[in-house]
């Protein structure tokens, strides 16, 4: 294979282990455990056999229910994100180790010290998705429930990572311990922080957002962003206005890495591959999952609706809780219009309306077209990289690392090998300022 020298921006990849959510395949004869370690095991070993970034996983802190009931088409359990990257720790040497915890429902202390142990048991790998909750939903599985507002998911996530990073830069880089203590709007604590400092200085942060707050967010306090966006238009605009934020804080465009989630179906031909495609949202919006999209964007029982008819002529319930765990879907009275617009243009029925309208931004076609399509996004700065999301468990990223990695690699758009050891080098990411009194840049 004749390797072409890299081009002036490398693409970074992820690896999203499929959780509860509408893109994975359970009912696939290849889909496996969702709790077994080997499971885990195998996709985090296939990522890092294609030198990706990091392997991340999401986080659930409640079953959802629907109408009163847990959801019956979510796989029930998923186990604590650290716990399992501490394990993976144990079977991966070089990728990243991404765990999904929610920044309202944990303390800065206990989430610090969990975040430096696994940097330190992974030697330097371990990053953090930070989540927000303010439903009193899934607060009840906790002391203090959902008291927090809405309004105060942002600032109090703000400053969690803010106290997370004071506790990280209590001990000097030459192993010297130093009290800390933050009095906040939302934390007031002090005394001595338990791990010296890990190799990375501060894991990586990552947050995942589409909305004002959560792009402004992200430009303040991370390193990478998990976003959605389904053109190439609308990719370079979230690109530029993230982007442009981060002047303000006194940090460079490089400083934050923009990763949205895809999914990738491949075939021989680009007919193939469409026709792979197809055959997997169908298996992903099955006629129940159809009518349980409709009934979440409505907030009413839809059960006597026709999945292959049509749309029902009444208007969503605002602020309905006929499902509680989920995401809230904003505007839902717009989106309604949207759906039935899409419906009337194409004459589409309840199915597959929610098919064409709700699958999330994939690129599909014969390895060679995937590879210059995933090229073309980072090089018109529509990206710095993708977070794939694949629909089966555990081999969904074989087929990828197989045939796509190799073709980016010619193109001299993906690293051939891992030069650095840490989260950060693969990522290209400073280190924090104190690691030796300055920020410094690590090169991949």
């Not at 890299?6 to 999203?16: E, F, G, K, N, T």
Request: with cysteine; hydrophobic share 35%; glycine share 8%.
């Amino acid at each position: 294979m004749t390797v072409r020298r890299p081009s002036r921006r490398q693409i970074h990849l992820a690896a999203h282990f499929p959780g509860v959510n509408s893109t994975a395949v359970w009912a696939d004869p290849r889909s496996r455990s969702q709790i077994a370690f080997s499971s885990f095991e195998h996709l985090a070993r296939t990522a890092e056999r294609g030198l990706f970034d990091f392997f991340f996983l999401a986080e659930g802190l409640r079953l959802r229910e629907h109408k009163g009931r847990i959801h019956d088409l979510d796989v029930v359990g998923r186990p604590e994100s650290l716990t399992v990257l501490n394990a993976l720790a144990t079977v991966t040497r070089r990728i990243g180790l991404a765990a999904t915890v929610n920044a309202t429902f944990n303390e800065p202390y206990e989430l610090a010290r969990r975040l430096a142990t696994l940097d330190h048991l992974s030697g330097g790998r371990a990053a953090w998705n930070v989540v927000t909750s303010s439903d009193a939903f899934t607060g009840e599985n906790f002391r203090r429930g959902g008291y927090l507002d809405r309004a105060d998911r942002y600032t109090r996530a703000a400053e969690f990572v803010d106290v997370a990073r004071e506790l990280w830069d209590s001990w000097t880089p030459d192993g010297l311990s130093r009290p800390f203590a933050h009095r906040g709007q939302h934390f007031d604590i002090a005394g001595e922080f338990t791990v010296p400092r890990s190799p990375q200085g501060h894991p990586v942060v990552i947050q995942a957002g589409d909305s004002g707050e959560g792009r402004e967010f992200a430009a303040r306090t991370s390193d990478v962003i998990f976003t959605r966006h389904g053109t190439l238009e609308d990719g370079r605009a979230f690109y530029a206005d993230v982007k442009g934020r981060l002047a303000k804080y006194g940090r460079s465009a490089d400083d934050l890495k923009i990763m949205p989630g895809v999914s990738v179906v491949l075939g021989d031909t680009a007919a193939e591959a469409q026709e792979r495609a197809a055959e997997i949202r169908r298996q992903q919006v099955s006629p129940q999952n159809a009518i349980l999209a409709l009934e979440q964007i409505w907030g009413t029982d839809l059960s006597d609706c026709d999945p292959d008819g049509p749309f029902p002529e009444s208007d969503p319930v605002p602020e309905s809780s006929v499902t509680q765990g989920r995401t809230r879907r904003g505007d839902t009275v717009a989106m309604a219009e949207k759906w039935r617009a899409l419906s009337r243009e194409k004459g589409l029925s309840i199915r597959q309306t929610v098919i064409e309208a709700s699958g999330r931004q994939s690129f599909i076609g014969t390895p060679e077209a995937v590879a210059a399509e995933l090229e073309t996004f980072v090089r018109q700065d529509a990206a710095d990289g993708f977070v794939l999301v694949p629909h089966l468990t555990p081999g969904g990223l074989d087929e990828f690392v197989d045939r796509v990695v190799p073709l980016l690699q010619e193109r001299g758009a993906f690293r051939t090998e891992y030069r650095g050891t840490t989260l950060r080098s693969h990522l290209g990411l400073p280190d924090p300022a104190g690691r030796e009194g300055v920020t410094t840049r690590r090169q991949d």
